[in-house]
């Protein structure tokens, strides 16, 4: 085994063959440095042995030049090997040629023009026989000297919640409906493709790259943020060369569901319109269940790295400290900030032993460092939501969105959607001064809890654009 210390990287043998791990996983790195020596890891991190390999840039990392080498037995780059990448060019026909095969190699090549075209034609038709190619979806795609490869078309709109949901959005349907279809609100999207199978791509979108597999025709991509605009490139490369595309597509706007396998009741809780016509931004504050399974063995964050995109800060636990007695550790990371907070759920705001924890919990939420927050209890959905309903009405978020945010707890527990555990909550809270539900909010933690106005200012700053 050798090891490679700055990539966390090592040279492992199994069954005869060469891999390449990282992290302890099998790896398609392109070019590594192990121990001083170049190798190429390629698809499941097997190592290229005893050929030549053509490097493209984006596998070289910064280590090689783009071009063709030899790889030793043991799969070492061999240095002297390079081959600068060249392209082929049209020899001049020699002089001689009759003016007959002069003509007969024209009308050839007008024929196999118009084949060309056909075929293209017919590659690009849609399932009901008609062309699918648009001035819009054609600066996506492109076929022949380039792949060929197909990609979605350019501008497309998508949703990322179900049909039955979208329903609710588009007003022909009731959230309670939505929810007695008992199927998940979240939609991943969806890139589709279609390439060479001796081709390789390689998408990137929102800063991350996957590589696309040719025999699929689907990506699926989960947690992205709703009601904005996504700009992608995918570079395309084979034996005829490379070539980069770059597309684009809307997502409609919904609530921001977020996937976190083992996780339940996950959401963006921001997208909100405020009173005032700002806008809650995505992306600062996830609220959701437990990750650590020990209330719940079965909420359990199965794979960190999932949660990685998100770059987490502050892991805000509302459980009481009583449900672990060790020292604890996030599970979104050793680096992520975790705090318990015994914090109170609908009437008991209203009770003076929660005062300090309310304040405690408004004093994290107005520290700019603390950003982007995961804030959770056991289901997402008491604690979580009594603080989400407070902290929205301090944002300005409108009532009715107020209650339809603590209702979406519905599609994981139905009995939440109806929303009537609120009431006690609304009802203390509107015997306080104010227009609107809003000012009451801000008017009891400020005046009851004692929660400074500096900080709720602080919490508007962080959170709405």
């Not at 990448?85 to 026909?93: D, G, I, L, Q, T």
């Not at 890139?191 to 390689?202: G, N």
């Not at 980069?244 to 963006?268: I, K, P």
Request: proline share 4%.
């Amino acid at each position: 085994m050798k090891t490679n210390e700055a990539h966390k990287g090592e040279i492992v043998e199994e069954d005869g063959y060469l891999y390449y791990y990282q992290d302890g996983v099998p790896t398609h790195a392109g070019v590594v440095q192990v121990d001083g020596k170049l190798y190429y890891a390629g698809r499941e991190g097997e190592l290229v042995c005893g050929h030549h390999k053509a490097v493209h840039t984006d596998r070289a990392n910064g280590l090689v030049k783009r071009g063709t080498y030899e790889f030793d037995e043991d799969g070492v780059l061999i240095e002297a090997s390079y081959q600068k990448p060249v392209r082929a060019k049209s020899k001049r026909r020699k002089k001689g040629v009759s003016k007959r095969a002069w003509k007969v190699l024209c009308a050839a090549l007008a024929i196999l023009v118009v084949l060309a075209i056909g075929l293209a034609l017919y590659l690009t038709q849609d399932r009901t026989g008609t062309s699918a190619q648009t001035p819009e979806s054609a600066a996506a795609q492109t076929t022949g000297d380039a792949g060929p490869i197909e990609l979605p078309p350019v501008g497309e709109t998508v949703w990322l919640v179900s049909p039955s949901l979208q329903a609710v959005y588009d007003g022909t349907a009731t959230l309670q409906g939505a929810v007695s279809h008992s199927d998940s609100p979240i939609e991943p999207y969806r890139f589709r493709y279609s390439m060479a199978a001796e081709d390789r791509a390689v998408l990137t979108l929102a800063g991350q790259s996957w590589e696309l597999d040719p025999q699929a025709s689907v990506l699926e991509i989960y947690n992205l943020e709703t009601g904005r605009r996504y700009d992608y490139t995918v570079t395309v490369s084979g034996d005829w060369g490379s070539r980069t595309l770059d597309g684009s597509f809307e997502v409609a706007e919904s609530n921001r569901f977020v996937r976190l396998d083992g996780v339940v009741n996950t959401r963006d809780v921001g997208g909100y319109e405020t009173l005032n016509g700002k806008r809650v931004r995505q992306g600062v504050l996830i609220r959701g269940g437990e990750l650590d399974g020990l209330v719940e063995p079965s909420y359990f964050l199965e794979d960190p790295a999932q949660a990685e995109p998100f770059h987490f800060r502050y892991d805000c636990d509302l459980r009481s400290g009583s449900v672990f007695t060790g020292v604890y550790a996030s599970r979104l990371g050793e680096d992520v900030t975790h705090k318990f907070f015994t914090a109170p759920q609908y009437g008991q705001v209203f009770q003076a032993e929660y005062f300090a924890a309310l304040r405690d919990l408004f004093a994290e939420l107005a520290d700019a460092n603390h950003y982007p927050m995961y804030l959770h209890c056991t289901y997402g959905a008491d604690r979580t939501g009594t603080l989400v309903f407070l902290l929205q009405g301090i944002l300005g978020v409108p009532e009715e969105q107020m209650r339809f945010e603590y209702c979406l707890s519905g599609f994981t527990f139905p009995l939440y959607v109806s929303g009537e555990n609120l009431n006690v909550l609304i009802n203390g809270v509107s015997a306080y001064p104010g227009d609107t539900l809003n000012e009451k909010i801000e008017a009891f933690l400020t005046q009851t809890v004692g929660v400074p106005a500096e900080q709720l200012d602080s919490i508007r700053a962080i959170f709405l654009e």
